[in-house]
Nanobody, 118 residues
Framework: QVQLVESGGGLVQPGGSLRLSCAAS????????VGWFRQAPGKEREEISC????????YYPKSVKGRFTISRDNAKNTVYLQMNSLKPEDTAVYFC???????????WGQGTQVTVSS
């Protein structure tokens, strides 16, 4: 079992930055990957970043590529999502996740709200 706790969400103006953190109850290096998803009101949950544990490869969809960066601190069992140049359409609840396979999420965090508004 892995418990995930996100933090770092909040209200930010367009063009601003936020860094989300996801603290795991234990190491997740024995899983396939860690990542972040988001869900905006009335929309489906979408994957916005993935960090492979095997080779360190990353994935970002076009909507966030070049603006968001996923990273991890293995000593702290923590994964981060640095979000720059935020836009109103980035407003959503952000969830961290641990993937058992590329397409299967085994554990979810509880989510943290990010609101981008002036």
């Amino acid at each position: 079992q892995v418990q995930l706790v996100e933090s770092g969400g909040g209200l930010v103006q367009p063009g601003g930055s936020l860094r989300l953190s996801c603290a795991a109850s234990r190491s997740t290096l024995d899983y396939y990957a860690v990542g972040w998803f988001r869900q905006a009101p009335g929309k489906e949950r979408e994957e916005i970043s993935c960090l492979s544990n095997s080779d360190g490869g990353t994935y970002y969809p076009k909507s966030v590529k070049g603006r968001f960066t996923i990273s991890r601190d293995n000593a702290k069992n923590t994964v981060y999502l640095q979000m720059n140049s935020l836009k109103p359409e980035d407003t959503a609840v952000y969830f961290c996740a641990v993937n058992g396979t590329r397409l299967r999420v085994d554990y979810w965090g509880q989510g943290t709200q990010v609101t981008v508004s002036s």
